[in-house]
Nanobody, 128 residues
Framework: QVQLVESGGGLVQPGGSLRLSCAASGFTLDYYATGWFRQAPGKEREGVSCISSSDGNTYYAESVKGRFTISRDNAKNTVYLQMNSLKPEDTAVYYC?????????????????????WGQGTQVTVSS
């Protein structure tokens, strides 16, 4: 069984930090690109970040670049999203997902069409 489980969400004040985890079972994460997506109420789901399966190249949406960092721990079969300088507009349900050979470069790796396995999501709320 292929399964992705997100954790680490919660309530944080603006300017604070959270680290999200995406733990995989049933497959090896480093054979796939892994992305983080988010969806706020009333908005479409958007790609946030991705880490490739080959060289570990990373990609970020402009809205989070410089604030969020994606990483992978192969020994733990887990991908992380470190979120710093959080803003209220970062409030959303965050999902991790895996993709097989998404395009490299630009925002291609953040296109939802390439992703086939999804976690259930974890809520991130940024509020005073």
């Amino acid at each position: 069984q292929v399964q992705l489980v997100e954790s680490g969400g919660g309530l944080v004040q603006p300017g604070g930090s959270l680290r999200l985890s995406c733990a995989a079972s049933g497959f090896t994460l480093d054979y796939y690109a892994t992305g983080w997506f988010r969806q706020a109420p009333g908005k479409e789901r958007e790609g946030v970040s991705c880490i490739s399966s080959s060289d570990g190249n990373t990609y970020y949406a402009e809205s989070v670049k410089g604030r969020f960092t994606i990483s992978r721990d192969n020994a733990k079969n887990t991908v992380y999203l470190q979120m710093n300088s959080l803003k209220p507009e970062d409030t959303a349900v965050y999902y991790c997902a895996t993709a097989t050979n998404p395009p490299d470069g630009g925002l291609g790796p953040l296109e939802e069409v390439w992703y086939h396995d999804w976690g259930q999501g974890t809520q991130v709320t940024v509020s005073s």
